[in-house]
């Protein structure tokens, strides 16, 4: 792995946890950090010192040479604790500074929210996720490091691992928040026949089976949860306009595979399909109205919400002229080729917002370059800002 895509890796992960990162080159150079701030401003400052402490230390000694285990283990500033984890990129060995964080076995008097806290097998989970795609330098692991449910499932993308990790961590009740935080986002995206939001989320990050808190065996509690999610989803998308007839038929369906289904992978495929399977009846309901090119000119707009696409673009992906095209839209959607990209953009924000996503991944999820961008955007359309409506939504 290079060292960009290795900056972006980290992105990722920053993106999902709580802990601040920099990367630095082999003779102490920062090649890139990720730095969190406390919402406290005394304890953002006891961060910031302990943190630049470890950081004049390591940069001591990679200019010396070499870096001393000890700080390449758990290393205490003051309560907190930092670590330097070597990568090595296609650039040549790097050294990654994470923390603070706690070590459960050593907990202080003082535990603050913000901080993440480890069993030592954790830590050795996290060196293993900070060095996916580079060749490990630590020695070997203790045999009971880690248990095989602590290690990141084969085909699981990088900021899934993080999602994990950082979940079974998490108390029951936050847990259950964060369940129905991500249901709501998925639920509203289905009313919505926001289909590009589903499809960037094909995945869906909540009620895996490490999720599921109650019941007699996982197998057991998947299929209560993921038959709950099927109504969800069904009355979602009668709420969209969907035929009842047909989507309580669908919910029909999917009830009686749900129940039949003989592994938590198969429940997991099943919600996924069924949520995309109601939120396309919500679609075919809503564009009944749409002539075909209409309707081919939102479905290449859904499709490459990330890309910049224009009205010659879409025009031609519809085999019509641009002139032709923006004549249709708006006749029948009654607005632009560019207040309809807005639209669709702002309608997939929305889904992020619900999710719990920052401004900034919301901005990109949705197709904007800059927040700004964004914002201005979803302004014009909701008349309030972003985080306003998040906050509003959420609570």
């Known amino acids: 792995m290079n060292r960009q895509d290795y900056i972006t890796y980290l992105r990722d992960l920053y993106a999902l946890g709580r802990l601040d990162m920099i990367l630095f080159d082999a003779q102490g150079h920062p090649v890139s950090d990720f730095i969190k701030v406390s919402r406290h401003s005394m304890l953002q400052l006891r961060r910031n010192r302990t943190r630049r402490d470890f950081v004049e230390q390591l940069q001591q000694e990679l200019q010396k040479g070499s870096v001393s285990q000890r700080l390449q283990e758990p290393y205490p500033e003051e309560n907190y604790y930092y670590q330097a984890i070597p990568v090595l990129l296609t650039e040549g060995i790097h050294y990654l500074c994470i923390g603070p964080f ?24 996290l060196q293993g996720l900070f060095q996916r795609g580079a060749q490990p330098l630590f020695k070997e692991q203790p045999e009971d490091a880690a248990s095989p449910e602590d290690e990141p499932q084969v085909g699981m993308r990088p900021r899934e691992e993080a999602e994990m990790m950082t979940f079974k961590r998490m108390q029951p009740s936050s847990q259950i928040r964060y369940n129905a935080m991500r249901e709501k986002a998925i639920r509203q995206a289905i009313s919505d026949g926001n289909l590009s939001y589903l499809l960037q989320t094909s995945t869906f990050d909540y009620m895996m089976p490490v999720h599921l808190l109650s019941g007699e065996g996982t197998l057991v509690r998947a299929r209560r949860g993921i038959a709950s999610a099927n109504s969800v989803y069904c009355r979602a998308a009668e709420d969209g306009g969907a035929s009842s007839v047909l989507v309580r038929s669908i919910c029909a369906d999917y009830a009686r595979r749900i129940e039949e289904a003989p592994s938590t992978a198969e429940l997991l495929r099943l919600r996924d399909e069924a949520a995309l399977t109601y939120c396309r009846k919500v679609r075919e309901a809503s564009q009944n109205k749409y002539s075909i090119h209409v309707r081919h000119c939102i479905s290449y707009l859904d499709a490459n919400l990330l890309e910049d696409v224009t009205l010659e673009a879409a ?68 008349h309030t800002s972003p985080k306003a409506w998040q906050t509003e939504h959420l609570n």
Not at 102 to 125: H, S
Not at 333 to 359: N, P, Y
């Open 102 to 125: 706690y070590l459960q076995e050593k907990l202080g008097q003082m535990v603050e929210a913000d901080v993440p806290c480890y069993m030592t097998p954790d830590v050795f989970a």
């Open 315 to 382: 025009a031609k992906a519809c085999g019509v002229s641009y002139g032709y095209l923006s004549k249709m839209l708006k006749a029948e959607c009654g607005c632009s080729f560019s207040v309809l990209l807005h639209r669709i953009r702002c309608k997939t924000a929305t889904c992020c917002l619900l999710s719990g996503k920052s401004i900034t991944e919301t901005a990109g999820a949705s197709g904007y370059k800059t927040n700004s961008q964004f914002c201005h955007a979803f302004k014009k359309l909701y």
